[in-house]
């Protein structure tokens, strides 16, 4: 069956296309007189034919697509299905869409995929840029996007560097650590150890350099064996957690560097025989949904994803408004949230 066309709706109302277009778009602003009676016909023959506007002719029409793009590096880690969301929920109450990629930093095509998304059309792009901090190809592209004076916010840890004034959100986890370790060196904990499960080292300096600072100030020397490099997934935490529990002297506090991870090691530390907390604290970052339901609930810390996305949408639709005001930062805090799966050392360890 033929869909209908614009020309089908003026047919049918008997106006002119010219008129059908007004309409649909509310765009004469007095300039056109049309009647309350004209309009009525109108929506009455977009009704009976079912009339659906074709987006991308309206979109080259006022080069306008009503869509913005969305860059987050994993899409398995629930931390950025907040972000999204909350991206997606400001940007739905804004009359726009979502376009969601996710370039992981370690494969190979990223900035392939990077460049391909630049070539659609789009209103704005917002990204966790962590695939742009090691390729050169990949920040051209991104340059070739500013010289467009295409609206870019960039989500950032704080320690990743774009070479490129941008409007940007910044939320690290760094108060939030040196919050976590006082509270666990308080309850004397002195051997604590780091799972550091993420692709780009960098942005995870916010938790790991306060980790050292925190065992440095207390007079406590940072042991390399505590801190374990791996992947991102459920079972690099896993694999890193039992590394860490075979070793002569075992953690009796654990920091993973995000709740994935901690979930692996909640796992691995439950086929060692071991209890968390008796024997072994434990905790994470990012808040996910699953910490709060986890036996025992995690302790973890929250920059609130969804917060952040929200944020990213506000700091877009105002350059969008404003394109020649100057580079925006906003600060969102984290907060460091105890639950029961951290508490004093083990007695038969102090």
């Known amino acids: ?13 008997g106006v002119s296309r010219a008129t059908v277009s007004y309409v649909l778009n509310n765009q004469t602003r007095g300039r056109v007189p049309i009647s309350e009676e004209t309009r009525r016909r109108v929506l009455d023959a977009i009704a009976e034919l079912d009339y659906v506007p074709d987006a991308r002719a309206q979109a080259l029409r006022s080069g306008n697509t009503k869509t913005i ?19 997606e929920q400001a940007a739905r109450a804004a009359g ?13 095509h990223a900035k392939d995929i990077f460049k391909n998304l630049a070539r659609r059309r789009i209103d704005g792009l917002i990204m966790v840029p962590s695939f742009l901090y090691d390729s050169a190809e990949a920040q051209k592209t991104l340059a070739a996007l500013l010289k467009r004076r295409l609206p870019v916010v960039g989500i950032m840890s704080g320690h990743g560097h774009v070479p490129h004034k941008i409007d940007r959100i910044l939320a690290d986890y ?9 509270r666990l060196l308080a309850w004397q904990h002195r051997r604590i150890g780091f799972v550091f499960g ?31 490099q791996c992947g991102p997934t459920l079972e690099d935490g896993y694999q890193a957690t039992r590394q860490l529990l075979e070793l002569p002297t075992p953690p009796t506090a654990l920091l993973a560097i995000n709740d994935l991870l ?23 970052y990012d808040d996910i949904p699953l910490a709060r339901y986890l036996v025992p609930r995690l302790t973890t810390a929250s920059k609130d994803g969804t917060k952040i996305g ?3 949408i506000r700091l877009l639709l105002a350059r969008l408004e404003q394109p020649d005001s100057p580079p925006q930062e906003v600060r969102v805090p984290a907060r460091l949230i105890l639950r029961e799966s951290t508490g004093p050392v083990p007695i038969v360890e102090r």
């Open 1 to 13: 069956m033929k869909r209908p066309t614009q020309a089908d709706v003026a047919r049918l109302a």
């Open 310 to 312: 929200q944020e990213a």
């Open 69 to 87: 793009g969305l860059i987050i590096p994993d899409i398995h880690n629930p931390h950025f299905w907040e972000m999204a969301d909350g991206a």
């Open 96 to 108: 726009y869409d979502i376009l969601l990629s996710s370039i992981r930093p370690e494969d190979e």
């Open 174 to 182: 760094r108060d939030a650590t040196l919050e976590l370790m006082a």
């Open 262 to 284: 901690a979930i692996g090691a909640l796992r691995a530390i439950a086929d060692a025989g071991l209890r968390v907390p008796d024997d072994i604290s434990l905790a994470g």
């Open 198 to 228: 993420i692709a780009v080292p960098t942005l995870g300096n916010d938790r790991l350099v306060a980790y050292r600072e925190s065992l440095e100030a207390a007079g406590l020397p940072v042991d390399p064996n505590l801190i374990i």
